[in-house]
């Protein structure tokens, strides 16, 4: 597989290039050329199959120029020793629970997944140093994916306020590879530190510089291994159409599901299901986007005014617009109905959600609704683990969840290795004061 840039016709590059280099010079983002034709694997899988043994065996063909069998076995093998569970709920939905990775959200497969290739890939070379803007959930994902692995230096920059979830075990002052940095300002400060220092060629080939945030395909293409994984365990039990009822902030998951459908997943539609921010839902109208005031909701994650996928999403689109039209359902979900869809859930099934899960929940329910037929079968993408939400939750359904040692953990804070302004040298002399 090959990958161009979204903004111009530079020369293609290999998957290996496309999450070293991680930006292009022309300032665009790195999407596939072509897409792979997986079908000759999961159309003929197993519904027994782990999902450790699915990735290593799609991941050769997909990534041609960075795994054969034998590398692609041992990156899967590294990089999960957790998988995604579907439960079937009734003949129209299902859940896909993604949250039983070491932080509990959907992020641990992606990232996961990335760090094992870059260690297997760069087992041969000097260090490198994987820069990252972070907040919350993100850098705790980060930490726990990289800590330890060989070669590899982990930079997390966060923007100002608290710091939590981190093991000071990990950092590099002592004895480990983390090196987590607070930048005066807020994420996109830290996100545009980032893309300056990548595009810096100089300073980023100094210390052979690549990101680990969704700027890099990297993090987004292993993402679709779980829609086929979902597929494999549901095929023989589809008797009519099947969809994809996704949450929506940055769409980084809903592009995930795009390519495993140019992979050859037989999936007639994707719900993009949005918070009333609603950021994408003229968009995917086939309006011009256009972006609005944030709107804080009781979905936070999905609080998001610029998704930071829109350029590959428009990629997508202006390769076939009236395909895209009609493969990716929007939908907006209110607060209430957030909160509603958490209660009924528990009642009619027994299971507890989240509020990002219960918006995609909510949009799924809809879709069925109106379905004339009532043939189809939506797979709702759990994206978080409910004590994560243990406040929403209880409001919600009355029910206390099971906060285990894990998610207290996570709340834990944590002090930077420093604090800096927002420029480059600022940056250059954190990291130099750690890698001598």
Request: with cysteine; hydrophobic share 40%.
């Amino acid at each position: 597989m090959q990958f161009r840039s979204t903004v111009s016709e530079l020369p293609q590059v290999s998957f290996k290039d496309a999450i070293l280099d991680c930006l292009p010079e022309d300032g665009g983002l790195y999407v596939p050329s072509q897409m792979a034709d997986l079908r000759q694997f999961f159309l003929y899988m197993d519904d027994g199959i782990n999902y450790q043994d699915l990735v290593a065996a799609v991941s050769p063909s997909l990534l041609e120029s960075g795994f054969n069998p034998i590398s692609a076995s041992r990156v899967a093998e590294s990089a999960f020793n957790f998988e995604p569970e579907l439960k079937i709920l009734d003949d129209n939905i299902s859940l896909l629970n993604l949250y039983n990775g070491p932080t509990g959200t959907f992020k641990d497969f992606g990232i996961a997944f990335l760090a094992a290739a870059f260690e297997e890939l760069l087992k041969e070379s000097p260090n490198a140093m994987i820069l990252s803007a972070v907040r919350g959930d993100g850098g705790i994902n980060m930490e726990r994916a990289f800590y330890g692995r060989k070669g590899l230096i982990s930079v997390l920059l966060f923007p100002a306020g608290p710091i939590k979830g981190l093991n000071p075990d990990t950092f590099i002052s002592n004895g480990g590879n983390i090196i987590p940095i607070q930048v005066k300002g807020n994420l996109d400060t830290c996100q545009k530190l980032v893309n300056m220092t990548i595009n810096d060629r100089s300073f980023s080939k100094r210390y052979n510089i690549t990101s680990a945030n969704a700027i890099n395909p990297g993090r987004l293409l292993p993402q679709s291994f779980y829609y086929l994984y979902s597929y494999i365990k549901i095929k023989k039990k589809l008797s009519g159409e099947l969809l994809y009822s996704v949450p929506s902030g940055n769409f980084g998951n809903l592009i995930s599901g795009l390519y495993a459908w140019k992979f050859g997943l037989p999936v007639s539609g994707f719900i993009a299901a949005m918070n009333s921010n609603n950021a994408f839902g003229d968009f995917f109208k086939g309006k011009k986007f256009t972006p609005k005031p944030v709107v804080n909701t009781n979905s936070p994650a999905l609080d998001v005014g610029i998704p930071s996928n829109y350029a590959r999403l428009s990629s997508f689109y202006d390769e076939s617009p009236s395909v895209m039209r009609n493969m990716v359902i929007p939908s907006s979900v209110s607060n209430d109905a957030t909160i509603k869809t958490m209660e009924e859930a528990w009642k009619n099934y027994g299971e507890l959600i989240d509020p990002h899960t219960a918006v995609a929940f909510s949009a799924a329910k809809d879709y069925i609704k109106a379905d004339k037929n009532q043939c189809s079968h939506v797979i709702v993408l759990a994206t978080g683990h409910p004590a994560r939400e243990a406040a929403s939750v209880k409001t919600a359904t009355g029910q206390v969840t099971d906060e285990n040692q894990k998610f207290h953990l996570l709340k834990k804070e944590a002090a930077p290795i420093a604090l800096i302004d927002p420029h480059l040298d600022a940056l250059e002399g954190a990291i130099a004061s750690c890698v001598r």
